[in-house]
Structure formats: C-alpha cells, structure tokens
C-alpha cells in the first residue's frame, strides 16, 4: 500500500513570497491532516478535513494559510506572504475515518526554509 | 486546557541499557494515547497506542501502559539497540475532532 506522498521536499523562498505545497493521501482515507513541526517542537495541527469539508481550522492562521481538498483526495496548503516563523516542517496525515483511536498515517514532510 | 510534558532529552544509552521516556497528559474528557517514532529522515511512523485506561501498547520491544490514575503513559524498552536511535513524540489523541496533542519530542541515541 502506497503511504502518504508530499511536494515538494525542500523549498526555499524569501519572505513575503508565496509558497504552495501538495498532499496525496493513502487511497481511500476520507480524513486527511495539516500539521506545521517548527525545529525542536512536536507537530501542530492546522487543519483537518473530512472528505472535502473543513472539520477543523481554529490554529489556521487564515490571514496568510489557506488549504483546499476539492476533490476529497488530494489537497493543497498555501502560505501567502510567507514570513521568518513560517520556516518548518509541514506534514501531511491521513487516516480512514477520522474517529478516536485511529492510527495517521505520515508523510515524508515539506521543509520550508524562508530568509 | 489540553497539554503534554514530555521527558526533555537528549537522551544517550548504551546498547542493550533499559529506556523510560516519560510522558504526561492534561486533557479535556478521555483521550487515546499513542507513541510516534521518527527515525533520522524519516517521517513519522506509528510505535505505539492504547485507547482505554489499563490497556498496554507494544511493538518492537517498546511498551507502554495507559494510567489513568496519573495521566501517564510512559514509554520503555528493556533493551535498546542502535537501531532505536530517533526521536519519539507523545500524542494523545483528544475525544472530539480525533485532534492530536504532540509533545516536544525526545532525541535517543543508543552508541555501541
């Protein structure tokens, strides 16, 4: 079974220029996750989506993030304009159903470097 | 609100030492408890979990029991070996919205 795919892997930007990276969930989950892993902190959510609705975006800062999932497969985040604190790890997850107890899946992560 | 305290690291070990990271909780209702593992450019992968009280999570040699009592879940190993060098981050996982709480993070490195 193919895991969680993510582009691109690297990005380096300057601040205040857009960014935009892509998610490809395991086939067939329905719930499908943002997080952001500045250096030396655990992952923070920001959003989730079930299929291609928003369940959760309240640590979404939506002055410059926005995410879409269109389809309920793949989705896409964008930060626009990236500022110094944007540099991080942003991970994508997805699991089956979105319930308690249920395991996500990771994927490899996009590193953003913004100077 | 909702929270974890996860042991700081770095932690190093010796091969074949005994490893606790300790892990615990504040959270609103009564959530799921799970382990990640991340190994050095690797993603996030599953180590892993319990969903109810007194219940105990293991996989490959690591074990941890949920203790609802003291909001804990600690994670150890009776014997590490190199290839358990990574970085490990408790999450329990909330009730509503599945959200997960991740911790800091604790660096292992085991040497020879």
Sequence with gaps: ?115 | GNSVTQMEGPVTLSEEAFLTINCTYTATGYPSLFWYVQYPGEGLQLLLKATKADDKGSNKGFEATYRKETTSFHLEKGSVQVSDSAVYFCAPQLPTGNQFYFGTGTSLTVIP
């Design chain 1, 1 to 115: 079974e193919a895991g969680v795919a993510q582009s691109p892997r690297y990005k380096i930007i300057e601040k205040r220029q857009s960014v935009a990276f892509w998610c490809n969930p395991i086939s067939g989950h329905a719930t499908l996750y943002w997080y952001q892993q500045i250096l030396g902190q655990g992952p923070k959510l920001l959003i989730q989506f079930q299929n291609n609705g928003v369940v959760d975006d309240s640590q979404l800062p939506k002055d410059r993030f926005s995410a879409e999932r269109l389809k309920g497969v793949d989705s896409t985040l964008k930060i626009q304009p990236a500022k110094l604190e944007d540099s991080a790890v942003y991970l994508c997850a997805s699991s089956t159903r979105g319930v308690m107890g249920e395991t996500q899946y990771f994927g490899p992560g996009t590193r953003l470097l913004v100077l």
